[in-house]
Nanobody, 124 residues
Framework: QVQLVESGGGLVQAGGSLRLSCAAS????????MGWFRQAPGKEREFVAT????????YYADSVKGRFTISRDNAKNTVYLQMNSLKPEDTAVYYC?????????????????WGQGTQVTVSS
């Protein structure tokens, strides 16, 4: 069992930056690939970014590529999402997720554990 707690969300103007954190507790953090997803009002939860267990590989949705960076610190049991050049369309609840094993996942169904989410609002 893994417990995930996101933090770092908030209100920011377009063009600004935020860094989200996801602290994990429970089983060995380095056993999991980690991902970030987001859900805007009235929309499906969508993939944002993912990172392998050792941070060696990362993958991004086209909509955030070049603006967002996922990283992890296994010593701190934490995964991060650095978000730059934010746009109003980035407004959503952002969720951290953990997937057992070495492979990353691009679909929400591939993840085993989820956090409660943190709100990000980007004003124009």
């Amino acid at each position: 069992q893994v417990q995930l707690v996101e933090s770092g969300g908030g209100l920011v103007q377009a063009g600004g930056s935020l860094r989200l954190s996801c602290a994990a507790s429970g089983r060995t953090f380095s056993s999991y690939a980690m991902g970030w997803f987001r859900q805007a009002p009235g929309k499906e939860r969508e993939f944002v970014a993912t990172i392998t267990w050792n941070g060696g590989n990362t993958y991004y949705a086209d909509s955030v590529k070049g603006r967002f960076t996922i990283s992890r610190d296994n010593a701190k049991n934490t995964v991060y999402l650095q978000m730059n050049s934010l746009k109003p369309e980035d407004t959503a609840v952002y969720y951290c997720a953990a997937r057992e094993g070495l492979l990353v996942g691009l679909n929400r169904s591939e993840y085993d554990y989820w956090g409660q989410g943190t709100q990000v609002t980007v004003s124009s």
